[in-house]
Nanobody, 116 residues
Framework: QVQLMESGGGSVQIGGSLRLSCAAF????????MDWHRQAPGKQREPVAS???????NYADSVMGRFTATRTRSGNAMYLQMNNLKPEDTAVYYC??????????WGPGTQVTVSS
């Protein structure tokens, strides 16, 4: 079992920055992938960034060049640095991990609001 908790969300103006954190607890040694997802009002949840155990990161086209995802090798934390934020980045951001057994875990989410 893995428990996740996101933090760092808030309200920011267009062009501003935020840094999200995700803390993982429990059986973190079994974690393989650590990902960020987001869900905007009235839309489906979508992947934002996916980090592998080897350190590679894949980004959604919409955030490429603006967001940077990092993680600890131990799997106990993950971060999302978000720069040049746009109104379309407004969403609830979720931390998601997958372990060696193929199980997925989700955090409760943290709200990010970008406005003029």
């Amino acid at each position: 079992q893995v428990q996740l908790m996101e933090s760092g969300g808030g309200s920011v103006q267009i062009g501003g920055s935020l840094r999200l954190s995700c803390a993982a607890f429990g059986s973190i040694s079994s974690i393989i992938n650590m990902d960020w997802h987001r869900q905007a009002p009235g839309k489906q949840r979508e992947p934002v960034a996916s980090t592998s155990l080897l350190g590679s990161v894949n980004y959604a086209d919409s955030v490429m060049g603006r967001f940077t995802a990092t993680r600890t090798r131990s799997g106990n934390a993950m971060y999302l640095q978000m720069n040049n934020l746009k109104p379309e980045d407004t969403a609830v951001y979720y931390c998601n991990v997958r372990d060696q057994g193929g199980y997925e875990y989700w955090g409760p989410g943290t709200q990010v609001t970008v406005s003029s």
